[in-house]
T-cell receptor
Framework: AQTVTQSQPEMSVQEAETVTLSCTYDTSESDYYLFWYKQPPSRQMILVIR??????QNATENRFSVNFQKAAKSFSLKISDSQLGDAAMYFC???????????FGKGTSLLVTP | DSGVTQTPKHLITATGQRVTLRCSPR?????VYWYQQSLDQGLQFLIQ???????AKGNILERFSAQQFPDLHSELNLSSLELGDSALYFC???????????FGQGTRLTVV
């Protein structure tokens, strides 16, 4: 079975500050992918960043970066220079070729304050 | 805009009724996923199709069914609707089975 755990139901960050969202996962597969999706109040599900398990280098997309610790099965998301538009629900997602489906964590609600 | 189109955006119907949700994937994407998002259950995987064939089933009720047509669009049929079926239903597509999925805007279903 594959599981994704996000232990922080809610987080808050001030504009321009940095915040890190935590995620741990469990899978017996060696080949898998990890994603962070965000869901703003519009409810649209938007891909933020992607990490292939076979890559040691942490993925980066502009202000978003991940800390991928494969041995610890940890996949955290760092948002730098937070903006009001970053306020959303953030989902950590695991995908493996044998499982076919995207496995979502419960989500972390991020509040950005001025 | 993800390129995935879902219709309708909103749907209100009565218990016991049947509805059909439609999804047009991004151009060239062969894989279509259906997810249900409710307040108490979070995001639940329902079913996946790849190039017209069912590839994986998740927590899909027997009252629900889906198919993917030759033009790759997909439909999710929900029948004998219950109040608890009220949720946001997402369709997502991807080029194949091991890349990220792109989500449509969802269909908000309200069963009254």
């Amino acid at each position: 079975a594959q599981t994704v755990t996000q232990s922080q139901p809610e987080m808050s960050v001030q504009e321009a500050e940095t915040v890190t969202l935590s995620c741990t996962y469990d899978t017996s597969e060696s080949d898998y992918y990890l994603f962070w999706y965000k869901q703003p109040p519009s409810r649209q599900m938007i891909l933020v960043i992607r990490q292939e398990a076979y890559k040691q280098q942490n993925a980066t997309e502009n202000r978003f970066s991940v800390n991928f610790q494969k041995a610890a099965k940890s996949f955290s998301l760092k948002i730098s220079d937070s903006q009001l538009g970053d306020a959303a629900m953030y989902f950590c997602v695991l995908f493996s070729n044998s499982g076919y489906a995207l496995n979502f964590g419960k989500g972390t609600s991020l509040l950005v304050t001025p | 805009d993800s390129g995935v189109t879902q219709t309708p955006k909103h749907l209100i119907t009565a218990t016991g009724q049947r509805v059909t949700l439609r999804c047009s994937p991004r151009s060239g994407d062969l894989s279509v996923y259906w997810y249900q998002q409710s307040l108490d259950q979070g995001l639940q995987f329902l079913i996946q199709y790849y190039n017209g064939e069912e590839r994986a089933k998740g927590n899909i009720l027997e009252r629900f069914s889906a198919q993917q047509f030759p033009d790759l669009h997909s439909e999710l049929n929900l029948s004998s609707l219950e109040l608890g079926d009220s949720a946001l239903y997402f369709c997502a597509s991807s080029p194949d089975m091991n890349t990220e999925a792109f989500f449509g805007q969802g269909t908000r279903l309200t069963v009254v």
